[in-house]
């Protein structure tokens, strides 16, 4: 079976190139396939997703894997910065409330190594380390050590 894998913005796929050329020889209904991988998309708006497009000529039936944007180009998103700091430990690039933290976890939770939402959201709390941006106005260590005491047992909660 024909694969096609492309790379679109969550929620704003459309039948032009590269999709609908690729997709025209194989027989399935283009906007179909448009309309699933962007109901698929839509909560990476803004942001460029993989997305893989497995058909099945001889039904003219397709299948849909969406894979997952970097939790670092997630993070810069949520938090409206520019970039990672080159220097995450002098160096602030922006701000993440736990809502906006449990939003990236529930978003990746699927492609991290963790079974439970809180677990997830502490991986994401992890990089935000790496990358200069706070959580609840702090340094995300001193947040991964709030975790630790309990401080934030309800907001890790599933």
């Not at 397709?62 to 990672?84: Q, Y």
């Amino acid at each position: 079976m024909p694969e096609i894998s492309v790379l679109v913005e969550g929620g704003k796929a459309t039948a032009g190139a590269p999709l609908g050329p690729a997709l025209g020889p194989t027989g399935v209904n283009i906007k179909e396939v448009v309309d699933e991988i962007n109901e698929k998309t839509k909560n990476f708006a803004g942001i460029k997703v993989p997305v893989k497009v497995i058909v099945d000529p001889a039904k003219k039936s397709f299948e849909i894997e969406v894979g997952s944007p970097p939790t670092s180009s997630l993070i810069i998103k949520e938090a409206k910065a520019d970039k990672g700091a080159a220097n995450p430990k002098t160096e602030v690039k922006g701000n993440l409330s736990m809502g906006q933290v449990k939003k990236i976890a529930e978003m990746k939770f699927d492609s991290v190594n963790s079974y439970h939402l809180g677990k997830a959201m502490r991986e994401v709390i992890g990089t935000c380390n790496s990358m200069g941006i706070t959580v609840e106005g702090k340094p995300a260590k001193e947040i991964q050590q709030e975790i630790r005491d309990g401080k934030w047992k309800d907001a890790l909660s599933e």
